[in-house]
């Protein structure tokens, strides 16, 4: 049986990951949130699978580190991490973006998805392993309101290429997904910037201000769900995808096509 480890997965799309992976591994739920990652591991532990948690602040080597070792010590070696922590959701005009607000996307979502594949690729030394990190079509808009976001995740991309280059010769591989829109606290408090900062949301709920977004930007016309992020997942950590390396999959009713 494998070993996941999932980082930020006290709610949203990680908890949907965990979920999934859950069904055929045993999985180590983590996320700075302690209390409801606890509640999250608690319920699917609930309902028969082979799960543990741990708290883990990404931005942080050593917390870092003591989470693959938590793992280790009660499921097993990892040897699929799941990048999922991430922030965003905070709009910001271009010329406001501050230093500090830029510094702490990118230490979360960059410097902590660089810090997981790390620790992988020296803990499994040389044998086979599988990655998939969490990017965002946000990594390919130019939105301006979320300059720190897109770039800290197209650094996101460019990592998974080198990760991926890294571990190829030894059968390790790396691979990244680009969801869409899926509705989770993060488009909630996005939403509720624009509502109270942007005219033509002013008057309307989060949730009709997140569907005119999927009206508008998705070819589908649909939002995405956690569901259908995960299984992108899953299939990307498989055997089946014993072949893939090196990649992004956009799952966005066609936001981003390549
Ligand atoms: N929701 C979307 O539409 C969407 C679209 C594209 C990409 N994403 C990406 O998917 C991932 C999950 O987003 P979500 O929508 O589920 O958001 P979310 O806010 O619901 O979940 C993010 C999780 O990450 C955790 N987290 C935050 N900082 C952390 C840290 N320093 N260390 C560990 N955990 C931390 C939070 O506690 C939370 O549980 C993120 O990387 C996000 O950028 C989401």
Redesign the pocket.
Known sequence: MSVALV?????????AIAARLAQEHAVLL????AS??ADTAADLAASGAKVAHAV?????ET?VEEAFAAAEEQLGEVDMPA???????VMTEFTTLTEEQWDRTF???TR?TFLTCRELVRRRAGRPGAIVN?????ARLGWEGIAD?GAS?AAVLELTHTVARVGAPTGLRANAV??????????R?ATEWMIANDPEAAGASPEQVFASHVERMVPMKRP?T?TD?AEAVAFLLSDKAANITGQTISVDGGVIMT
């Open positions: 980082t930020g997965a006290a709610g949203g799309l990680g908890a983590t996320d700075v949130d409801r990652v883990c602040d990404v931005a942080r917390s990048n999922v922590a991430g922030i965003g959701g230490a979360v979502n902590g969490i990017a965002s079509i946000g976001y995740k680009m969801p869409g829109l899926i509705w989770t606290d993060m488009w408090h995405q956690a992020i």
